[in-house]
């Protein structure tokens, strides 16, 4: 499964980023998430870094890029957007709902819009890595 290095590295940032993201909302339902800038920086500092790997990873095994985004990881990709796409309507609607009646603050409710939004192409990709269709 990780005989590509640029797949392996993708699966460790993409698992990363969703580490950092299940922290921060398990710190948000615990009753505050604390200085919102620090979970920018790291969050924005995970997924950055992630991409900057990935990218001097390609110039070291270059023959790698191919395979690494071949056409069905390509359509995979593409895949894991619509499911965040979807996912983020579904949760949009079940924070509504809990707004409105089981006493959700609209602030926390706000606040778990954006791991939702950002973890869930991820969560798609780390899946579709382990089931063999990203690489």
């Known amino acids: 499964m990780f005989e590509n290095p640029l797949t392996a590295i993708r699966l460790l ?3 990363a980023l969703v580490g950092m993201l299940v922290a921060f ?3 948000v339902l615990s009753g505050g998430p604390g200085p919102l ?5 790291a969050t924005g500092g995970i997924a950055i870094a992630g991409a900057v790997v990935q990218f001097v990873a390609s110039f070291l ?3 790698a890029i191919r395979p690494a985004w071949d056409e069905q990881v390509v359509q995979t990709h593409t895949g894991s957007y619509a499911f965040g796409y979807w996912m983020l309507l579904l ?9 409105q ?18 973890a869930t192409p991820s969560i798609y990709m780390i899946v579709a890595t382990i089931r063999g269709r990203a690489g």
């Open 25 to 27: 909302t398990m710190r």
């Open 91 to 99: 949760a949009f609607l079940a924070l509504f709902l809990a707004t």
């Open 101 to 118: 009646f089981a006493g959700l603050s609209t602030e926390t409710a706000f606040l778990l819009l954006a791991p939702i939004l950002a």
């Open 37 to 41: 800038a620090t979970w920018v920086w």
């Open 13 to 15: 940032a993409n698992v």
């Open 61 to 63: 095994y270059s023959p």
